[in-house]
């Protein structure tokens, strides 16, 4: 029998699971968790699925173990490679040429816009962050994206961010499409405490599922707004035996995972 999943393996299989056979999705470079998910996916139900690397323009390569997304070693299995024209032309240019991308951020709000840049003011941060990158345009032209975080405290969940660099649902309800930004938008937040999703009218992030042994009331204390909840969430379904073996035999086997979010 597999051992208890880490957190980084139960994020990646949560992801995995809602990924389709055939889409295209575009993952960033310090990217363990969301890597995992693509390629555990790939094993399962969408064994057509098309990952790119953002900053190498690799498409699928093939490895039983994580490597990180940029590595030149990337391009020997790799199905195609890109260069960086087209990989910007792809990026800022098409709307809905992806169909999501995950990301991870400093902050997210109750609206699901995202932060990688600051916390605190500007001119004296308390935290700096990568930056934007590719954010901004892939949260505004993506068919939809995913935010993966590591932590859940009030820190994290903000009710507005700090800076926005990655738009959500702006402020709720039709805003994002009144600001100008095709239709799309997070579908999905993850957390160690649980699954988040957005109520469809006011856009408000809502709880999905709660992980086990984690209460509602955690939740609530550890979160900087006030979230929807509708009747009781149930608990989320953690990875199978077969999830597991799949991810650890073929996708993680140096076990990475478990070693950078045990």
Not at 24 to 35: A, E, P, R, Y
Not at 57 to 73: C, I, K, Q, W, Y
Request: net charge neutral.
């Amino acid at each position: 029998m597999a051992s208890k999943p880490s957190l980084g393996e139960t994020l990646a299989v949560l992801l995995a699971r809602d990924m389709v056979d055939g889409e295209k999705v575009i993952i960033g470079t310090n990217s363990d968790i969301q890597l995992a998910a693509c390629n555990l996916a790939r094993h399962m139900q969408a064994p057509r699925l098309w990952w790119i690397s953002g900053p190498g323009g690799m498409v699928n390569p093939t490895r039983d173990h994580l490597l990180s997304t940029a590595d030149f070693e990337n391009i020997e299995s790799a199905e195609s490679w890109m260069d960086l024209p087209v990989m910007i032309d792809f990026i800022d240019w098409k709307i809905h040429f992806f169909d999501f991308a995950i990301l991870s951020a400093l902050q997210v709000d109750r609206f699901g816009n995202i932060n990688t840049v600051v916390v605190g003011d500007q001119r004296k941060p308390k935290l700096r962050g990568p930056g934007t990158v590719g954010i901004s345009a892939l949260c505004g032209l993506a068919k939809r994206f995913y935010v993966c975080l590591t932590r859940h405290d009030r820190s994290a969940f903000v009710p507005r961010v700090d800076f926005l660099c990655g738009a959500g649902h702006m402020e709720g309800g039709d805003s994002r499409e009144r600001m100008g930004l095709p239709p799309g938008g997070p579908k999905l937040i993850l957390s160690p405490l649980g699954v988040f999703d957005f109520e469809p009218v006011s856009k408000s992030m809502r709880v999905k599922s709660i992980s086990p042994g984690v209460t509602l009331e955690q939740i609530r204390d550890n979160t900087a707004f006030d979230l929807v909840v509708e009747d009781v969430p149930p608990t989320t379904v953690m990875p199978a035996g077969h999830e597991l073996d799949l991810l650890r035999t073929h996708v993680d086997r140096r076990g990475e995972l478990r070693r950078k979010f045990p």
